[in-house]
T-cell receptor
Framework: DQQVKQNSPSLSVQEGRISILNCDYT??????FLWYKKYPAEGPTFLIS?????DKNEDGRFTVFLNKSAKHLSLHIVPSQPGDSAVYFC???????????FGQGTRLTINP | NAGVTQNPKFQVLKTGQSMTLQCAQD?????MYWYRQDPGMGLRLIYY???????DKGEVPNGYNVSRLNKREFSLRLESAAPSQTSVYFC?????????????FGPGTRLTVT
């Protein structure tokens, strides 16, 4: 039972345009969401997070949007740069559970 | 400040052999985790330790054991390796109860079981 789903295995975007990565979840108890970025042969690195009391969080070129009624979150990268080419994982947690549940990942490729 | 370190980086085992994957963190974090990453499956939690002295099963614990040696170190043991355990293994740590949820990951161990 996949509680966190990233339905797009891959995404290709032109440099300078907006990249939008999507994530859906099924467990309504999730109340904290994170995005991680992973380069080949490295561990995932934390990118940005959002609490369920917010519907948007912004950090530089990265913005995460949360739609609780649809159980959907998205990561927007504007403008996209070649260094953004990586695998992106969304993750969800329940307060106090000390565990994260990850999606399958989306491979983002930024084309020059 | 090295963050989370893992040893070894690569390992090849024969079916039935045993090995221990080592993980250490220098961030004074209370919680530590072991994940495996397989193509199309994302990161799946094997075991975690919410605090020193405690360990709990995650989503895919079968075939593995863990030891929280002290606050810094959390090892993962494969007693009798199987080809299905071929994977990339990541260790992670976080502040723990009451703290930020963000987990910090090591560089990974790529394990092949033949």
């Amino acid at each position: 039972d996949q509680q966190v789903k990233q339905n797009s295995p891959s995404l290709s975007v032109q440099e300078g345009r907006i990249s939008i990565l999507n994530c859906d979840y099924t467990n309504s108890m999730f109340d904290y969401f994170l995005w991680y970025k992973k380069y080949p042969a490295e561990g995932p690195t934390f990118l940005i997070s959002i609490s369920s009391i917010k519907d948007k969080n912004e950090d530089g070129r990265f913005t995460v949007f949360l739609n609780k009624s649809a159980k959907h979150l998205s990561l927007h990268i504007v403008p996209s740069q070649p260094g953004d080419s990586a695998v992106y994982f969304c993750a969800a947690s329940i307060q106090g559970a000390q565990k994260l549940v990850f999606g399958q990942g989306t491979r983002l490729t930024i084309n020059p | 400040n090295a963050g989370v370190t893992q040893n070894p980086k690569f390992q090849v085992l024969k079916t039935g052999q045993s090995m221990t994957l080592q993980c250490a963190q220098d961030m004074n974090h209370n919680s530590m985790y072991w994940y495996r990453q397989d193509p199309g499956m994302g990161l799946r939690l094997i075991y975690y330790s919410a605090s020193e002295g405690t360990t709990d099963k995650g989503e895919v614990p079968n075939g593995y054991n863990v030891s929280r040696l002290n606050k810094r170190e959390f090892s993962l043991r494969l007693e009798s390796a199987a080809p299905s355990q071929t994977s990339v293994y990541f260790c992670a740590s976080s502040v723990g109860a009451g703290g930020p949820f963000e987990q910090y990951f090591g560089p990974g161990t790529r394990l092949t079981v033949t």
